[in-house]
């Protein structure tokens, strides 16, 4: 009897909630199907999409891990030019180390060799020096340079003799007699002008002095014009008539040469008894003391 009784108890609430209930709203069904393709289309393009990103984050990917490989192998690449420009590097620091220091030690030894070098040519300085001196005191010294020299003359008159005469130091004072002793010395040509007797010093000689004897028996005017030089440098003329003439050379005004000439330049005879050349030396060009 309950269970009767719960029956329709229960048939009561259901009917009672059909009356209550609101109707559902009412759907066409063209407009679902519509919708539902609206959906599926709209559905179809974000898949598209979708696929589209991940394709291109797939090759983003791809992209990066080529980009990635690229960068590792630049960077190997690097590390190993690196290492090998440091091995070299090394090398050459060792190499160079090597070179530095045997130029070290033959910097060494030439620093060693200089200075034996220095004390032997502060050695020879000083012998030099002593040597100067004593050749400076030697050459000092004036003495007759001419006697015994060789000499040239442009001629040679009749039965007289040659220029070796005015330097073999002989005085003879009496008359010229052709086959004497002989003193005279002349050269001439029938008078002619620019006659020159020359004697050769026999080196490089400071001139001091030059003497010339003139004839004693006759003729001593013969000789006035005739000039006399050291090489090409006039040191004095005969302007008057004398038996001896001297041509002193200024201590002011130092002369050098290998040879004196008698030069007239007159159509006249040329005659002397005896040329002295008084001088120091001999010396080298570049070895001269004034």
């Known amino acids: 009897m309950e269970i009767v009784v719960l029956f329709l108890t229960v048939n009561v609430c259901l009917a ?11 759907y066409d069904l063209s407009d679902i199907v519509e919708t539902s393709y609206e959906m599926r289309e709209e559905a179809n393009k974000i898949r598209a999409e979708a696929f589209e990103l991940v394709n291109r984050a797939l090759e983003i990917k791809e992209e990066t891990i080529a980009t990635r490989e690229a960068t590792l ?13 440091l091995t070299l590097v090394n090398t050459h620091t060792a190499a160079t180390a090597q070179n530095i220091a045997q130029i ?40 007759l340079i ?7 003359q442009t001629s040679t008159h009749g039965g007289y003799h040659s220029g070796d005469l005015a330097v073999n130091g002989q005085f003879v004072f009496t008359a010229a007699v052709p086959g004497s002793t002989g003193m005279l010395t002349h050269q001439m040509t029938n008078n002619n ?22 004839i004693r028996h006759c003729c001593q005017e013969r000789l006035v014009g005739t000039r006399i030089y050291a090489d090409h440098r006039q040191i004095g003329v005969a ?6 003439y001297e041509f ?43």
């Open 146 to 152: 001419s006697l015994y020299k060789m000499t040239d």
């Open 248 to 290: 002193n050379v200024s201590e002011e005004d130092p002369t050098y040469a290998r040879s004196i000439t008698l030069h007239q330049e007159l159509a006249q005879f040329l005659h002397v008894l005896e040329v002295q050349v008084w001088g120091s030396g001999p010396f080298l060009e570049d070895d001269l003391f004034a």
């Open 16 to 26: 009672a909630t059909n009356l209550t209930a609101p109707k559902p709203p009412q």
């Open 73 to 85: 192998s630049s960077r190997s690449e690097l590390e190993r030019s690196m290492l090998e420009t």
């Open 104 to 143: 070290k030690n033959s910097l060494s030894g030439i620093t060693n060799r200089l200075e034996n070098l220095e004390a032997k040519v502060e050695a020879n300085v000083q012998t030099t020096d002593i040597i100067k001196k004593r050749q400076e005191v030697w050459s000092s010294e004036v003495r």
């Open 239 to 244: 302007v008057q008539t004398k038996s001896l």
């Open 193 to 214: 002008p620019n006659n020159k007797l020359n004697i050769r010093l026999g080196g490089l000689f400071r001139i001091y002095r030059v003497k010339v004897w003139n």
